[in-house]
């Protein structure tokens, strides 16, 4: 695994030999581990880093082990930050309560099992990585999400669009569809007005055709009175 792949992990205790001695033991467990001499420093560490477990010693001046699971648990980001105490006065349930109570997750008792300590760290870098897996799962759902959205908003847009559209072609069809009835309404009067018209003309005409009919036979009537005259 690279660099990048390395769990973060605190060692915090007083006595810098403790922490090399913590150190050596966990140095091929591909951990990124801070070191930290003080509750202060464990603290300030933790709410820059995201870390897979804090290894803590409980006896430390000024601001010991349970204190400083205290303050973590204040703040938002270390509220549920993995804690493990170690200690060799944790042995009495009543330690071991007041370790529980101020956040720890777990204890060791000194002198620490190389085995157990391992064992102990194993199971937090596990549920560390699932964790990260899940978080990255849940991020690149949320991905998903929001393209999909984003692709729905656009498709529903341009349906907008295109109802839009389709609704303006119709309302112009009707349009158009309203002047051929009216340019059809009133072509039809016209032919009605001239069929009508030639229809006058035509009983003229044969009015006077038949008056002409009528002329010529006055006409032939008289020519025949002159002849037998």
């Given at each position: 695994?690279?660099?990048?792949?390395?769990?973060?992990?605190?060692?915090?205790?007083?006595?810098?030999?403790?922490?090399?001695?913590?150190?050596?033991?966990?140095?091929?467990?591909?951990?990124d581990?801070?070191?930290?001499?003080?509750?202060?420093?464990?603290?300030?560490?933790?709410?820059?880093h995201?870390?897979?477990?804090?290894?803590?010693?409980?006896?430390?001046?000024?601001?010991?082990?349970?204190?400083?699971?205290?303050?973590?648990?204040?703040?938002?980001k270390?509220?549920?930050?993995?804690?493990?105490?170690?200690?060799?006065?944790?042995?009495?349930?009543?330690?071991?309560?007041?370790?529980?109570?101020?956040?720890?997750?777990?204890?060791?008792?000194?002198p620490?099992?190389?085995?157990?300590?391992?064992?102990?760290?194993?199971?937090?870098?596990?549920?560390?990585?699932?964790?990260?897996?899940l978080?990255?799962?849940?991020?690149?759902?949320?991905?998903?999400?929001r393209?999909?959205?984003?692709?729905?908003?656009?498709?529903?847009?341009?349906?907008?669009?295109?109802?839009?559209?389709?609704?303006?072609?119709?309302?112009?069809?009707?349009?158009?569809?309203?002047?051929?009835?009216?340019?059809?309404?009133?072509?039809?009067?016209?032919?009605?007005?001239?069929?009508?018209?030639l229809?006058?003309?035509?009983?003229?005409?044969?009015?006077?055709?038949?008056?002409?009919?009528?002329?010529?036979?006055?006409?032939?009537?008289?020519?025949?009175?002159?002849?037998?005259?």
């Open positions: 695994m690279t660099e990048i792949d390395k769990i973060p992990f605190l060692l915090v205790d007083d006595r810098p030999e403790n922490l090399i001695a913590l150190e050596s033991l966990l140095e091929d467990m591909n951990l581990i801070f070191k930290a001499t003080s509750g202060n420093e464990a603290l300030s560490l933790s709410l820059k995201d870390f897979a477990l804090v290894l803590m010693d409980v006896r430390m001046p000024d601001m010991d082990g349970f204190e400083t699971a205290e303050m973590m648990r204040v703040y938002p270390t509220s549920r930050l993995p804690i493990i105490f170690v200690s060799a006065v944790m042995k009495d349930t009543m330690h071991q309560f007041k370790g529980y109570e101020s956040g720890a997750f777990d204890y060791l008792l000194k620490i099992d190389p085995t157990i300590l391992r064992s102990k760290v194993r199971v937090f870098c596990d549920l560390f990585q699932q964790r990260q897996m978080e990255m799962h849940g991020q690149q759902l949320e991905t998903l999400v393209e999909r959205t984003a692709e729905l908003r656009e498709a529903n847009e341009q349906l907008h669009i295109e109802l839009t559209e389709r609704k303006r072609a119709e309302e112009a069809l009707n349009r158009l569809n309203d002047e051929l009835e009216q340019r059809v309404g009133e072509r039809t009067k016209e032919l009605e007005r001239r069929n009508h018209e229809e006058q003309m035509n009983k003229a005409f044969v009015g006077r055709e038949l008056k002409m009919v009528e002329l010529k036979g006055r006409i032939r009537e008289l020519e025949e009175l002159q002849k037998n005259a």
